[in-house]
Each structure stands twice: as C-alpha cells, then as structure tokens.
C-alpha cells in the first residue's frame, strides 16, 4: 500500500531527528493511511480506496459521490 491518501493527496514528509546531542539525522513522517471500502449507490459497486485519517472523515461528511467527483478531478483511478 502506497503511502499516500487518495483524496486528499497527503503524502510523506521528511525531515530530521535530533538526538540529544543534536546531531541531526533523516527521518520520514508518514501520514496515518487507512484501507476502506465503500458503497457507491449511484454507481452500484463497492470501492476500496487508501485514506488518510483525514480523508475518512471528509467522506463522512461530503459524501461518497462528492468524495470521487473531487478524486476524478485529480486524476485518480478508482
């Protein structure tokens, strides 16, 4: 599963740990991405879709169909 939210395009950032000493190495901050599945009423399938924690809560309140209009506008495959 690839790091990043289908909706809202939320990707990893990178930046540095610093330890206490304050050396300064890389580090990856990845978002919270979850696998859902939802119904599409008006298109009569399921799809399975890679949010971030964010994007559910989106979807719970544009609706799915608002939610793969905006994802199609990207250029998301669904």
């Not at 949010?51 to 719970?60: N, V």
């Amino acid at each position: 599963m690839s790091a990043h939210c289908q909706l809202t395009g939320v990707a990893p950032v990178f930046g540095n740990r610093i330890s206490h000493s304050h050396r300064r190495t890389r580090r990856r901050f990845d978002p919270n991405i979850q696998s859902r599945r939802y119904w599409v009423p008006t298109e009569g399938r399921s799809v399975r879709l890679t949010l971030s924690a964010r994007g559910i809560k989106t979807i719970d309140r544009i609706g799915i169909d608002a939610a793969m209009a905006r994802m199609r506008e990207r250029g998301e495959r669904i």
